[in-house]
């Protein structure tokens, strides 16, 4: 088993900025994709950014410019930096790779 763990959300203001982390349990480094999702109220789950094992990236247009997604291996851990933060950024983000998912953190972007 692989536990997946989010952490970093919070409450900020808009334009403001956070950085979420995704720790696993073991290694990850063959996993070959490891994705950011997010859930607000009453919408369904929506892709927001993913990496490879290489390096290759890719994101949704709404956050493209503005979030960022890189990987550690060594570490474990897969990381969202994210920028310029909008009200409709407001969701809780998941992490996902492989089989297994994060239990989310919330991001509330709000004046």
């Known amino acids: 088993q692989v536990q997946l763990v989010e952490s970093g959300g919070g409450l900020v203001q808009p334009g403001g900025s956070l950085r979420l982390s995704c720790a696993a349990s073991r290694d990850i480094f063959w996993i070959n994709r490891m994705t950011w999702y997010r859930q607000a109220p009453g919408k369904e789950r929506e892709f927001i950014a993913t990496?490879?094992?290489?390096?290759?990236?890719d994101y949704a247009d709404s956050v493209k410019g503005r979030f960022i997604i890189s990987r550690d291996n060594a570490k474990n851990t897969v990381y969202l930096q994210m920028n310029s933060l909008k009200a409709e950024d407001t969701a809780v983000y998941y992490c996902h790779g492989g089989a297994y998912w994060g239990q989310g953190t919330q991001v509330t972007v709000s004046s």
């Open positions: 990496i490879s094992t290489w390096g290759g990236t």
